[in-house]
C-alpha cells in the first residue's frame, strides 16, 4: 500500500476496519515500517528442502491441538479400577484409571480415536521431519557461521522430541509402553553412584509404583512442551533474524536472498502446507491404526509379547541394547553394567553430540571464518557429507537391529546372525559408508569440472568426415554456470612445523592438536579444482597426481573462495 | 544437468503461455521508484511515499494480465479453486454431521465413526490445501524478490561503545571494587540453589536394600499366574512346559511382582544339571532347590528387567522377548547369548504339608537388571 504495485489492479478500498485497526495499533507501536519489510515484505528463497522444518514446525502445532482435547479426557493415575466400559473383551479387567481412560477416548468420546491417532502420527512425523531436516541442514551446511546457534538449539529441540515422544506414549499405561518403561527403569538403575535412587526418586519407589504415570503426565502436557515452545521460538526468530539460507543460483550471492514476499506468496503456500500436514495425519489416522492399547491390554510386569517395537525414534537405542554384548564389571562390591550403560549413552551421544560439535569441528580444521548463506552443494563437502552418510548408517544399523527378531523371521536368518552381522556392521559400515561416500563426492565434482570445461553431454552424436563418431558437447548454460560456480574449496592451512614469510614456527601446527589439525585439514582440503588452471598455479600439494590423468590431480588449490571481507576474526 | 533441481523454484505453472525463468536481479526497474502520494493522516497532507527500492528488487514474471491467453487461464483455475473450497465445505459439513449422526460405545460404531470423521475431516482439509495451492500458483502473479542481506555484525565503533558503557557501569555499580559485597552475595545466594534439590529429596524412598530382596519367604506358595490356585508336583508333570508362577499374596501387587515373578520349567529325569551356585563369594549346590525335576528362575531378566517369557522346550533355552538373553535351563540358567552378564536366579523350593510347591526362602542374590550397589 505504500507503493506503486505489481499488479495494475490496485483499484479497491482497503476495509475500514482493517485500516482502523491497523492505524490504531501504528498509532500505539509505531511497527508499519517493521511489518512492511520483516513481515510482509520478507523474502523466502524457495527450495523443497526448506520445506522440511515447516513439517516439523506444523506438526508441533496439531500436536499441540490435538493433545489439548486428549488431556480433556485423559485421567493420568495409576489407581487400579475395574473396567466396566465399552470394549467388552476387557470388561471386568482390573486396570489402571490411565488405560481405563485411555479406552473412553478410544470408544466412548466421539471423534476421540480419531483424535488420539492424529496425535500420535502427529508424533511419529514430528520427530521424523527433526530427522530430516536436521539431516538437510548438516548436509547443505546451514549449520555454519553465522547459524551454529540455532543449529545447537534444533539439536537441543530434537533431543526433547525424543522425551516427549517416550513419555507421551508411555502415559496410557498399556502392556507394550510399560514393558518400554521397565527398560527405561531398568537402565536408570544401571547409572554408577546414583542409578538407583535417581530410579527411586522418579518412580516414587519400586518400580512401577504409583507416580510414574502424573509424573510423566505434567512433564509431557506441560514442562517439555513448554520449553520445547520456546526452543521454537527462538530457532525461528533467529531464522528471521539472520534471514534464510539459498541454493546456489544464478544471483544468489551472500549479500542477498531471493525469493518470495512473505505476504501473499509464502503465507498462502505455507497455510497450504499446514493443511496438506493436517490432511495426510488425518487420512493415515483414518485407515492406519496406531498403538491399539485395546490390544496390547493393561500393563503388567509378569507378562510381555514378543516382537514388541517401541516407537521409531526409540529403536536407535532398543538396537543398541540388543547389539551389546554381556559386558559387566563387579568391583570393591559394586556392579557397573557396560552392557547397559553403552547403549543408553553412547549412539545418541556420537549423533546428538557430534551433531553439536560438527560446526565448531569443522571451523577448526577449516580454518574458515566465513559467513555463509548460500548452501553448499553436498559433493562440495566430501568430508562432511562422508561423516554425515556414516552417520545414517550407523544409526541405520542399530535402528534395523531394534527389530532384529523380526528381520530374523522375515529373512529366514538365525537371529543371533543378524546380531552378529550387526555388531560388525555398526562399526565397519560408517566407515565403509564415510570412504564410499567421499569417493562418490570428489566423482560428482569430476563430472562437474568436466562440465565446467568441455560442457555437458548433449546426447547428439555427429560423424566426421573421417567416420568417427563423436557426441557433442554443449556449454553450460548461466543458471547451470552459476550452481558450479558456487563451489567453494577449502585453502590448506600451513603444515606443521613450517614457517611463516618471517621465519616464526606456525603456532598452530604444534603439539598433538595442531598435527590432528593438520590430518583433518588435509581431508577436508581435498577436492577437485574446477579453475581451468587449476593445477597449474603451483599448488599440487601432497603430489597426489595420476600420470596420464593430471587434470584430476587431488589438492587444494591455493586460490580459496573466501568472500573478501568476509573473514572477520571472532 | 541432473543437478538443475537445486536451482528450479516453484514456478512451473501449467499457464498457456509458461514464462521462460529467470533467475537473479534485474536491474532496478524505474516502476520500483515511489512516486505516487497519498493522505498519510488527516492533516498531515500529502506525503511522498517511502521507498524500499534499496533493499528489495522485484522482478516479476509471465504475460501480462490481459493477454487473452492469461484471461482464459485465469479464469479456468478461478472456477477450480472454487471448486476445491466448495467440496471442503461440503465435507466439512459432512463432518459436523458424523458427529451428529453417529455414535459410538461398540467397537463397530466406533470405527464407522473413525471412518466418517477421519474421511470427512481429510477431504475438507485437502480441498482447502489444494485450492489455496491452485490459487497461489494460477492466480497470482509470479513474482521473485530479492532482498539485500545486512552486516549482522556490528559496526566496530557501536561494540567500543557498548563495551565502555558496560565496564562503566560495573565501575558505578562497585561490584569488582567491593569484594565484601560481591563475596557475600554469593554466599547469600549458595544455600538457594541447593533449594530445588533438598525440595526433590520426598520424591521417593531411598532404595536402601529393597532392590536385594523379594516377598518370597520360608513357606510361601507358589501360585499359578491367572488362576492363582497353588500348585504340586504332580499337577505339574508334563516334561518341557513352563508356566509363570505369583508368590501367594501378592496375585496382583504389581511392585512386589516386578521382583518376584517366577517360571517354573519341568524336565525329563537326568535332563537337569544345576551344579553349583554362587552365595556371595562361596559356591552352594542347588540341585536340593529344585523338586521333582522342577526347577524355579526368576522371570525377571538380568539385563534390563524384561519377563523372559518364551521357552524353547527342544533346546531347553528360556529367551527374553526385549532383547533377546538367552538363558541355558538345563544348568542354570546360564547365560548363553545376548546384552544379559548374568544367570537368571533360582528360588529355593520345597514342597508343604498338603503337597503344594512352596519357596524354601528368599531369592539369595539379587533379581533383575543389574545396579551400582549390586556387587
Avoid at chain 1, 515452545?229 to 526468530?237: D, S, V
Avoid at chain 1, 537391529?401 to 537371529?415: M, R, S, T
Wanted: glycine share 10%; aromatic share 10%; proline share 7%.
Amino acid at each position: 500500500m505504500s507503493r506503486p504495485a505489481v499488479n495494475s489492479d490496485t483499484d479497491f478500498e482497503i476495509t475500514k476496519p482493517l485500516k482502523g485497526t491497523a492505524g490504531w495499533l501504528d498509532d500505539r507501536f509505531g511497527g508499519a515500517r517493521g511489518v512492511r519489510t520483516y513481515l510482509l515484505r520478507k523474502v523466502y528463497p524457495d527450495h523443497w528442502s526448506f520445506l522440511l522444518g515447516e513439517i516439523a514446525l506444523y506438526s508441533f502445532i496439531i500436536l499441540l491441538l490435538t493433545g489439548t482435547f486428549l488431556s480433556l479426557f485423559f485421567v493420568p493415575s495409576m489407581t487400579e479400577v475395574t473396567y466396566h466400559g465399552s470394549y467388552m473383551k476387557l470388561d471386568g479387567i482390573k486396570v489402571s484409571e490411565a488405560y481405563a481412560s485411555t479406552l473412553r477416548i478410544s470408544f466412548d468420546v466421539r471423534g476421540g480415536l480419531l483424535i488420539r491417532q492424529i496425535h500420535h502420527w502427529a508424533a511419529d512425523l514430528f520427530v521424523a521431519s527433526l530427522m530430516i531436516h536436521m539431516l538437510r541442514v548438516f548436509f547443505t551446511g546451514a549449520f555454519r557461521k553465522p547459524r551454529e546457534v540455532n543449529w545447537l538449539i534444533g539439536i537441543t529441540l530434537f533431543a526433547l522430541a525424543l522425551i516427549e515422544g517416550l513419555f507421551g506414549y508411555s502415559l496410557p499405561d498399556d502392556q507394550l509402553s510399560g514393558a518400554g518403561l521397565r527398560i527405561f527403569e531398568g537402565t536408570l538403575q544401571g547409572i554408577p553412584i546414583v542409578g538407583t535412587y535417581l530410579a527411586y526418586f522418579l518412580f516414587g519407589g519400586a518400580f512401577p509404583g504409583h507416580d510414574i504415570v502424573p509424573r510423566m503426565y505434567i512433564i509431557h502436557v506441560l514442562l517439555v512442551p513448554g520449553i520445547l515452545l520456546a526452543l521454537i521460538g527462538a530457532h525461528i526468530f533467529i531464522m528471521f533474524w539472520q534471514k534464510h539460507t539459498q541454493m546456489p543460483a544464478k544471483g544468489n550471492t551472500e549479500r542477498n536472498v531471493t525469493g518470495q514476499p512473505s505476504y501473499p506468496y509464502f503465507v498462502a503456500k505455507t497455510s497450504a502446507w499446514f493443511i496438506f500436514i493436517f490432511a495426510a495425519l488425518a487420512l493415515l489416522s483414518t485407515f492406519a491404526q496406531i498403538n491399539p492399547i485395546w490390544l496390547y491390554g493393561p500393563y503388567s510386569p509378569v507378562a510381555i509379547s514378543s516382537a514388541s517395537q517401541p516407537d521409531f525414534y526409540m529403536g536407535i537405542l532398543e538396537g543398541a541394547l540388543r547389539v551389546m554384548p554381556a559386558w559387566e564389571w563387579n568391583f570393591l562390591g559394586h556392579t557397573i553394567t557396560f552392557s547397559v550403560l553403552i547403549p543408553f549413552a553412547v549412539p545418541l551421544g556420537i549423533i546428538l553430540g557430534g551433531a553439536a560439535f560438527w560446526p565448531f569441528f569443522e571451523r577448526w580444521a577449516t580454518g574458515d571464518k566465513a559467513y555463509h548463506h548460500i548452501n553448499d552443494r553436498p559433493r562440495n563437502a566430501p568430508v562432511r557429507t562422508g561423516v554425515g552418510i556414516g552417520a545414517v548408517v550407523f544409526y541405520g544399523v542399530l535402528w534395523i537391529e531394534g527389530a532384529n527378531d523380526v528381520v530374523a523371521d522375515k529373512l529366514q536368518i538365525p537371529l543371533y546372525t543378524v546380531t552378529w552381522i550387526a555388531r560388525v556392521a555398526v562399526i565397519v559400515g560408517p566407515i565403509i559408508a564415510y570412504v564410499i561416500t567421499k569417493r562418490i563426492c570428489l566423482g560428482l565434482q569430476r563430472k562437474d569440472r568436466e562440465e565446467l570445461l568441455h560442457g555437458y553431454e548433449s546426447g547428439i552424436i555427429r560423424q566426421l568426415p573421417n567416420g568417427e563418431f563423436i557426441e557433442v558437447h554443449k556449454p553450460v548454460d548461466e543458471d547451470g554456470l552459476a550452481v558450479l560456480e558456487a563451489k567453494k574449496v577449502t585453502a590448506l592451512l600451513p603444515a606443521p612445523g613450517s614457517e611463516d614469510d618471517n621465519g616464526v614456527p606456525t603456532p598452530s601446527g604444534r603439539g598433538v592438536l595442531g598435527k590432528a589439525r593438520a590430518v583433518a585439514n588435509r581431508a577436508f582440503a581435498e577436492s577437485i579444482p574446477i579453475e581451468a588452471d587449476g593445477h597449474g598455479n603451483g599448488h599440487h600439494g601432497n603430489g597426489h597426481a595420476v600420470a596420464g590423468e593430471e587434470h584430476e590431480a587431488v589438492g587444494a588449490p591455493g586460490s580459496t573462495a573466501l568472500p573478501p571481507g568476509e573473514g572477520g576474526e571472532e | 544437468m541432473s543437478d538443475m533441481e537445486e536451482t528450479e523454484g516453484t514456478e512451473g505453472t501449467e499457464s498457456p503461455g509458461a514464462p521462460h525463468r529467470v533467475i537473479g536481479t534485474p536491474p532496478p526497474s524505474p516502476r520500483l521508484l515511489g512516486s505516487a502520494a497519498v493522505p498519510e493522516e488527516p492533516g498531515a497532507g500529502a506525503v511522498a511515499l517511502v521507498s524500499d527500492s534499496d533493499e528489495f528488487a522485484e522482478h516479476l514474471e509471465g504475460l501480462p494480465p490481459d493477454d487473452p491467453k492469461v484471461i482464459v487461464h485465469d479464469r479456468r483455475a478461478e472456477r477450480v479453486v472454487a471448486a476445491c473450497f466448495i467440496i471442503a465445505f461440503i465435507a466439512g459439513c459432512g463432518f459436523v454431521a458424523a458427529y451428529v449422526g453417529l455414535g459410538v460405545h461398540t467397537i463397530d460404531d466406533t470405527l464407522r465413526s473413525n471412518l466418517a470423521l477421519g474421511l470427512s475431516l481429510s477431504v475438507t482439509l485437502l480441498g482447502l490445501g489444494l485450492g489455496t495451492l491452485i490459487w497461489v500458483r494460477n492466480l497470482m502473479p509470479n513474482l521473485e524478490v530479492t532482498q539485500q542481506r545486512h552486516d549482522l555484525r556490528s559496526p566496530e565503533k557501536e561494540r567500543l561503545a557498548t563495551e565502555a558503557y558496560f565496564k562503566e557501569g560495573t565501575a558505578n555499580s562497585q561490584f569488582v571494587k567491593r569484594p565484601l559485597v560481591r563475596r557475600t552475595l554469593m554466599l547469600g545466594t549458595l544455600p538457594l540453589l541447593a533449594a530445588p534439590v533438598v525440595l526433590l529429596r520426598d520424591l521417593g524412598p531411598q532404595p536402601g536394600t529393597s532392590l536385594r530382596h523379594t516377598v518370597w519367604s520360608p513357606g510361601r506358595r507358589l501360585l499359578v499366574e491367572g488362576t492363582n490356585r497353588p500348585i504340586t508336583p504332580a499337577e505339574f508333570s508334563a516334561p518341557g512346559s513352563m508356566i509363570t508362577i505369583v508368590p501367594e499374596g501378592y496375585e496382583d501387587d504389581q511392585d512386589a511382582l516386578t521382583k518376584a515373578a517366577v517360571i517354573l520349567i519341568k524336565f525329563r529325569p537326568g535332563e537337569l544339571h544345576i551344579p553349583t551356585r554362587h552365595q556371595g563369594s562361596t559356591l552352594v549346590g542347588t540341585m536340593n532347590w529344585t523338586v521333582d525335576n522342577i526347577v524355579a528362575y526368576s522371570k525377571i531378566c538380568t539385563h534390563v528387567g524384561c519377563p523372559v517369557a518364551l521357552y524353547e522346550q527342544t533346546t531347553h533355552h528360556i529367551l527374553c522377548p526385549c532383547h533377546q538373553s538367552t538363558f541355558e535351563a538345563t544348568t542354570g540358567a546360564t547365560v548363553i547369548f545376548g546384552p544379559a552378564a548374568r544367570p537368571l536366579p533360582q528360588l529355593p523350593m520345597t514342597t508343604d504339608a498338603q503337597g503344594y510347591l512352596v519357596a524354601r526362602r528368599d531369592f539369595t542374590e539379587p533379581v533383575g537388571p543389574s545396579f551400582w550397589e549390586r556387587g
